[in-house]
């Protein structure tokens, strides 16, 4: 599984740890998920940013066809018969019943979402494309500084267009979503005019603005607002 996120580019978890916490925090968050997801089947963990609608989809299946071989390999290393049995009559009751319930679901779902069980998008496809998409700067700082910079490292020089021609705007109307968290994210290079890069130096410099220097976390969207972006 890590293997595929790798060569898919899709490794990179979507929270801004940074350095090798961003490593450990990636290889961690798509082992658990992946395990959660292969005994439990949650679809929520088919966006993008987890492990996506494609290969969801794979691991339901995978999971409902290794039910039988697992039988079989017990069954051929001589385990208890009883065990055997048990596990058949179970596999015969809970198979069928599980695609019933999931046949249901999807025909009953919004039409506009039956797709994401079969979409290869990536997290990194995602979040450039909600950057790119939106005109509002509070949902594109959502989807930069408030995310893995791995995720839009290819867009790196369009997001630093972007903040060249909009600090200004920003120091002047101190807009709600630019904290002091927020700034300290934004390379002060990418502060065009020479003053006030400076003076935000200066800002950054201050004992508050070092003890202050955290990840932090963005909660996802709401489920109906994330199936329309995919």
């Known amino acids: ?48 940013y987890e492990l996506g609608g494609m290969y969801w989809m794979f691991s339901f299946v995978l999971t ?44 009953t779902i919004e039409e506009r979402s039956r797709h994401t069980f079969m979409s290869t998008t990536r997290g990194k496809d995602l979040t450039i494309k909600k950057f790119r998409e939106s005109d509002d700067d509070a949902t594109k700082a959502a989807f930069t500084f408030q995310m893995s910079k791995h995720h ?44 006030e890069r400076e003076d935000e130096k200066k800002r950054r410099a201050t004992p508050k603005a070092k003890a202050r220097r955290l990840p932090q976390i963005t909660p996802y969207q709401d489920e109906e607002e994330e199936q329309d972006n995919l």
Do not use: C, N
């Open 1 to 48: 599984y890590l293997v595929i996120k790798i060569l898919r580019g899709d490794f990179w978890y979507w929270i801004p740890a940074g350095g090798t916490l961003e490593i450990l925090s990636s290889v961690l968050a798509r082992i658990l998920v992946k395990i959660v997801t292969d005994f439990t089947s949650i679809v929520q963990f088919r966006h993008p």
């Open 152 to 195: 839009w490292k290819s867009i790196e020089e369009e997001v630093r267009g972007w903040v060249e021609a909009s600090w200004s705007k920003w120091v002047e109307e101190k807009p709600k979503w630019l904290d002091d968290i927020t700034k300290e994210r934004i390379p002060v290079e990418w502060i065009k005019l020479k003053q």
């Open 64 to 107: 409902m066809g290794s039910l039988p071989a697992a039988i079989k390999f017990y069954e051929a290393e001589e385990g208890d018969k009883r065990v055997v049995d048990l596990a058949r009559r179970l596999f015969y009751i809970l198979t069928p019943s599980t695609l019933v319930m999931f046949i249901f679901f999807f025909i």
